[in-house]
């Protein structure tokens, strides 16, 4: 694996990029969404496993694929929007990400925002938003902290200043910020109570940092967000505490999306092992064999794997259904079920990234190991990502729903 040394400089705040000048293409069906993410795919795995070995920002892929529309396939229609279907936009998250992981997590967070604003934004505020969501503009994120006890506790706060707040924190894990437009960030009020505080990636007392150095998911353009008495318009302060308050599909559309980034790795590495094997690899010496694909046990060892990935696709499939239900009438009931089926999908999509991952270097051999093909990047970015949201938790929220009839908490990781 390539280690990225980082100078001093790289230390220092990033600055903002400037907007696309002209507004992105508008998405209008499933079949179209499809088709412009299969376009893309092919683009940006090209130069996904250089970008992932020199930990090269993929600054014109992002602005191809925010001005592609895909970035705005979830706003609903009566703002202009697609408003796609869950079973739709994991699909494409899922294609996305079997090219480039990082580039499929990037717009994570901005989906789930563009979602928690249907959820608990007045119409005034969400026709604001909408409109520069479909005009593409980004939204990064500045959500989790490193002081903190529990990934659901902040001490980032913001100061009521009348028409505006004023901000002060310090975020990681801050996913796309550092190639956002805009920054949504976590911060409490008075009362103790979660907004996402929307601020210009180029506000004043707002900084991004280049210090993200995990072996995996290495150009999801994240690192440190500090934030020093950064004014946001109370426009763009959207009550993210509302998603909680009552049952909502807000933490389940968070998780789904997690879930589809792991199936697109798990596909990837399929997909490397099948090239390697059948073009690269040699017969086992007591084989009798010609050729290391006529190997049995490497027939049914990909046959095991393409099957869980199926399965692990179909579940994600149905929670993307489930998810559809919950947002179109939620209640204690819709949404529990959203949350228990994006909990299974967590699990299949964790399991196959992880095995499919491992099993390419058991199946092709030692020389896939070489640093030329770069092919660790694929357990190195399923180990990563597959933390995000630990799945032994999801065992125990789907053994209390079905063994005892409780439902999952309500929150963004579950």
């Known amino acids: 694996m390539t280690v990225h040394q980082r100078s001093g400089a790289e230390r220092n705040p990033v600055p903002p990029v400037s907007r696309p000048a002209t507004p992105a293409n508008i998405i209008r069906t499933a079949d179209e969404a499809i088709e412009v993410a299969k376009t893309l795919a092919a683009e940006f795995e090209k130069g996904a496993s250089e970008r992932d070995r020199d930990r090269v920002w993929p600054v014109s892929e992002l602005d191809a694929f925010s001005q592609s529309g895909l970035w705005a396939i979830n706003v609903?229609?009566?703002?202009?929007g697609a408003d796609l279907s869950w079973v739709a936009i994991n699909r494409v998250i899922t294609i996305i990400s079997e090219a480039d992981p990082s580039l499929g997590q990037i717009p994570q967070n901005h989906l789930g925002v563009v979602s928690a604003i249907r959820t608990v934004s007045e119409r005034p505020q969400q026709e604001l938003l909408f409109s520069e969501v479909l005009k593409g503009a980004r939204f990064g994120n500045a959500f989790s902290e490193f002081g903190t006890k529990r990934a659901a506790e902040f001490n980032t706060k913001f100061t009521d200043k009348?028409?505006?707040?004023?901000v002060n924190g310090r975020k990681f894990y801050a996913s796309g910020a550092l190639l956002a437009h805009f920054v949504p960030i976590v911060a409490l009020d008075d009362e103790g109570r979660a907004w996402y505080a929307i601020a210009e990636r180029g506000a004043e007392g707002l900084s991004v940092i280049d210090d993200w150095s995990a072996?995996?998911?290495?150009?999801?353009l994240s690192g440190t967000v500090t934030l020093e008495n950064v004014k946001v318009?109370?426009?763009?302060?959207?009550p993210g505490y509302k998603?909680?308050?009552r049952p909502t599909a807000d933490g389940a559309i968070f998780q789904v999306i997690q879930a589809a980034v792991d199936l697109g790795i798990a596909r990837a590495a399929i997909k490397d092992t099948i090239d390697f094997v059948r073009n690269r690899s040699r017969p086992w010496v007591d084989s009798g064999l010609e050729h290391a694909y006529e190997d049995p046990y490497s027939i049914q060892a990909v046959g095991d794997l393409v099957l869980r990935a199926n399965a692990a696709e179909a579940v994600l499939d149905r929670a993307g259904l489930t998810i559809d239900a919950a947002v179109a009438a939620p209640d204690a009931t819709s949404v529990a079920k959203a949350q228990i089926a994006t909990a299974e999908a967590k699990v299949l999509t964790t399991e196959i990234a992880i095995q499919a991952t491992n099993k390419l270097f058991e199946l092709a051999g030692t020389r896939s190991t070489l640093a030329e093909h770069n092919l660790d990047r694929h357990?190195?970015?399923a180990r990563t990502h597959t933390l995000h949201d630990p799945v032994r938790w999801k065992y125990a929220i789907l053994g209390n729903y079905y063994?005892?009839?409780i439902n999952p908490p309500l929150h963004a990781w579950s």
């Open 76 to 80: 609903p229609k009566e703002f202009g």
């Open 162 to 166: 009348g028409d505006h707040v004023l």
């Open 215 to 220: 072996m995996g998911q290495r150009t999801t």
């Open 233 to 238: 318009p109370k426009t763009h302060l959207v």
């Open 243 to 245: 998603g909680y308050e």
């Open 379 to 381: 357990w190195r970015n």
């Open 403 to 405: 063994l005892n009839g």
